[in-house]
DNA sequence: TTTATAAGTCACCGGATGGTGACAGTCAAT
DNA sequence: ATTGACTGTCACCATCCGGTGACTTATAAA
């Protein structure tokens, strides 16, 4: 359906003004407009006239471009391939502790640096129909491929541990952690505006991480 | 002003009759629905309206009997002592670690069994305004409660860990994993609609706090 | 018994939402 | 140049929201 102006614009003129390349700068202000709106104020109100009105069109536009709400999410899903930034600890190899250690750092940095992440990770927590269903399948993608390389670099984990529930464990901490901070800003007491803090929740991490897969210098785990 | 009708009722029928008795009926009727809607439904739509229709009464009674919804989640917020049940681990005592693992076992188990507790910490990630902020005032202090007890039964946590990091850290991930059961029902690849899965997490746990506190027979971590 | 106060019901207001139809301007193909 | 399809704008609809005033009925005090 999308490329229902095909047969129009094939012996069009190729790129930069003319209908069709209207259209496409139109859609594209709307996604933009849909992100912000997104990261800046979360999803609540996050609607057809809320987009329009940050995208400064009309909102007929969404259904004409989209096909309704339901459709603009999709092509938001398309447009979601960045995520969470490049994956700075790609470098780094050896043993699994230590890949571990490195992945969970950088991925709890970038988390914390990305605020349309974590309002698509409360959205995700409230609301379960299809909408959020659509996007959180594109997150869920990209968050395992973050890991995903972690025994490619490093080898299987330590027999005996169960990495997957750990690993699963410390990125729900982390999770939870990073959207505390936006939200009432502390957590049990901790203060989670306060960068030291942070500090110490990173040192907990490597902490529980080198007990369960030892140290990097080949200390394992006592049986 | 919650006793402007108490020059009228000291020479009423003392219960059970009368308008006084009435008010008070209609005022529990409200506050029940309100409770059973909020596990219900989440705070998705949740007002004055939503709690009106569950209760079966006309909104204006809301605005009449607790000065409006802010008023209303007040009341809300003052009825939520129970939250999360009797604190089950009371009578365990003796090494930190034991205390510590005991404690956010019976902690999960009842925050999991618990609707509406998990729709209220839902909340708190999303909304950050003074309605969740009374209620999540008494959340917190009822959260405090069951983990302050920790110390007293068991002596302060072993020197060199940092125990309130490391806590928070623990019902963080608890908190989510619970949060993601009820929404999408699984994270990072693990079925948290299977119960052998929440095994693995308790026994995760465990590990986790064993590493951190030691083992219950003296065995202290390495340093 | 009379009367003032309260309970409960109904209708309304302004504003916001999602969604649709009608209309004027504009570009491209004929 | 004419025609037709498309873009963008405006107005409108039904529905929901929070909130308020007016009204009828029942209770309790005088």
């Not at 995520?83 to 890949?99: C, F, I, K, Q, R």
Request: proline share 4%; hydrophobic share 40%; glycine share 12%.
């Amino acid at each position: 359906m999308r490329d229902g102006n095909a047969t129009h614009t094939t012996t069009g003129p190729a790129n930069g003004s003319g209908r069709a390349a209207a259209r496409e700068a139109m859609r594209e202000r709307i996604l933009d407009a849909a992100l912000t709106l997104l990261a800046r104020d979360g999803f609540a109100g996050f609607g057809v006239n809320a987009v329009a009105r940050e995208a400064g069109c009309d909102k007929v536009l969404i259904y004409r471009y989209f096909n309704g709400f339901d459709g603009l999410l999709d092509s938001l899903g398309a447009r979601l391939d960045i995520w969470l930034g490049p994956e700075d600890s790609d470098g780094v190899s050896g043993h699994y502790g230590s890949v571990m250690r490195s992945v969970l750092q950088d991925y709890l940095r970038a988390l914390r640096a990305n605020n349309l992440v974590k309002q698509i990770l409360a959205w995700e927590l409230v609301q379960d129909d299809d909408a959020t269903r659509r996007i959180g399948k594109a997150k869920g993608d990209a968050i395992g491929r973050w890991f995903q390389g972690v025994r490619q670099r490093s080898g299987p984990p330590p027999a005996g541990s169960d990495a997957a529930v750990l690993n699963a464990v410390l990125i729900a901490a982390a999770h939870h952690l990073a959207l505390r901070e936006n939200s009432s800003g502390d957590f049990m007491g901790l203060d989670l505006r306060d960068p030291n803090c942070w500090a110490r929740i990173e040192a907990v991490f490597n902490t529980i991480i080198t007990g369960a897969y030892g140290a990097p210098d080949g200390t394992e785990d006592p049986p």
